[in-house]
């Protein structure tokens, strides 16, 4: 079963920053928080990891709650390129065993 | 940035035939690679972990005889359907991690559409 929960779907309007929210209250001590994103027919995309410090990088920024039980991936501004459905998804790195097991994603719609 | 490079990237075939999917690692060692599979509007679905030079370990449902893994080298990985029927028409996609820094990231391939009529 996936470990994490994100709403199905969410609209964005172009130029402005999407927020889109992770649950992941099950979350152990050494898994990592990760974000990917899959446009049709294609692999996921990687964006963005973390383990408990926020993250930023040149395509998004990554915030963890304090408690590591829910993330929220931000675009800050949207593009129509960034329709896609966003993973969150944990897993342990740093060693063989780091499986991951996608939920159902959000779809994220960026309009005009 | 490490890349994983899955080929085909589409394949039609006969019913009962079998095919076979590269999934190679291009500037990294992957330790590791995972097998999943995807149905139209759906999530991906890890059908397999492998670790080179050992045998794959299966999720609960994913038949091994059907579905053959192997991943001899620390560069390659290979799915094949065997005896494939048109359920088994799906999105596969394969991804790596290696040892070190490159264990921090998941790297996807691009996919295989498998068609099978």
């Known amino acids: 079963d996936a470990k994490t929960t994100q709403p199905p779907s969410m609209d964005c309007a172009e130029g402005r920053a999407a927020n889109l929210p992770c649950n992941h209250s099950t979350i152990s001590g050494n898994e990592y928080v990760y974000w990917y994103r899959q446009i049709h027919s294609q692999g996921p995309q990687y964006i963005i990891h973390?383990?408990?410090n926020n993250e930023t990088n040149e395509m998004a920024s990554l915030i963890i709650t304090e408690d590591r039980k829910s993330s929220t991936l931000i675009l800050p501004h949207a593009t129509l390129r960034d329709t896609a459905v966003y993973y969150c998804?944990?897993?342990?790195?740093?060693?063989?065993?780091?499986?991951?097991?996608f939920g159902d994603g959000t779809t994220l719609t960026v309009k005009p | 940035g490490a890349v994983v490079s899955q080929h085909p990237s589409r394949v039609i075939c006969k019913s009962g035939t079998s095919v076979k999917i590269e999934c190679r690692s291009l500037d990294f060692q992957a330790t590791t690679m995972f097998w999943y599979r995807q149905f139209p509007k759906q999530s991906l679905m890890l059908m397999a972990t492998?670790?080179?030079?050992?045998?794959?370990?299966?999720e609960q449902g994913v038949e091994k005889d059907k579905f053959l893994i192997n991943h001899a080298s620390l560069t390659l990985s290979t799915l094949t359907v065997t005896s494939a029927h048109p359920e088994d028409s799906s999105f596969y996609i394969c991804?790596?991690?290696?040892?070190?820094?490159?264990?921090?990231?998941?790297?996807f391939g691009s996919g295989t559409q498998l068609s099978v009529l």
């Open positions: 492998s670790n080179e030079g050992s045998k794959a370990t299966y």
């Open positions: 973390g383990l408990k």
């Open positions: 991804s790596a991690t290696g040892a070190g820094a490159a264990n921090e990231k998941l790297f």
């Open positions: 998804i944990v897993r342990v790195a740093n060693t063989n065993a780091g499986k991951s097991t």
